[in-house]
C-alpha cells in the first residue's frame, strides 16, 4: 500500500516558480514510478512528467518540457516537480501518482494506483 501527498502549490504571477512535492509512505514508493498529472474544470486529466522507479528514465509533455523538471529524493520518499517560468495556462490542480511493483512511466493515468489529493497551482497574468 502506498499514500502519497503533494505539497507545494499556491499562486504565482507568470513567469514564476513553484516546487511540487509527493511524499509518500509504505516501503513500495521506492520500486513505483512516479507521475504527475493536471486537472482543470473544463479539461480531462492531462499528463505532465513521469519518472520511472529507479530515476534512469524521465518524459515530459510537451507543453511542460524545458519548464518543468521532475526528480526524486529515495532517502526521502519524495518525487519534486519543479515548475518555472509558469504560464496562466499551467493553472490546474497536479496530481501526483504512483505505479508500484517496478512498473515503467507512463503517460495514462489509468496505469496508475494510488493518487494524491491534488494541490491547486495558481498562475496570475
Known amino acids: 500500500q502506498v499514500q502519497v501527498v503533494e505539497s507545494g502549490g499556491g499562486l504565482v504571477q507568470a513567469g514564476g516558480s513553484l516546487r511540487l512535492s509527493c511524499a509518500a509512505s509504505?516501503?513500495?514508493?521506492?520500486?513505483?514510478?512516479v507521475g504527475w498529472f493536471r486537472q482543470t474544470p473544463a479539461k480531462e486529466r492531462e499528463f505532465v512528467a513521469t519518472?520511472?522507479?529507479?530515476?534512469?528514465?524521465?518524459r515530459y509533455a510537451d507543453s511542460v518540457k524545458g519548464r518543468f523538471t521532475i526528480s526524486r529524493d529515495f532517502a526521502k520518499n519524495t518525487v519534486y516537480l519543479q515548475m518555472n517560468s509558469l504560464k496562466p495556462e499551467d493553472t490546474a490542480v497536479y496530481y501526483c501518482?504512483?505505479?508500484?511493483?517496478?512498473?515503467?512511466?507512463?503517460?495514462?493515468?489509468?496505469?496508475?494506483?494510488?493518487w494524491g489529493q491534488g494541490t491547486q497551482v495558481t498562475v496570475s497574468s
Open positions: 509504505g516501503r513500495t514508493f521506492s520500486s513505483s514510478a
Open positions: 519518472i520511472t522507479w529507479s530515476g534512469g528514465s524521465i
Open positions: 501518482a504512483a505505479r508500484p511493483n517496478y512498473g515503467s512511466g507512463s503517460d495514462d493515468p489509468m496505469s496508475y494506483t494510488y
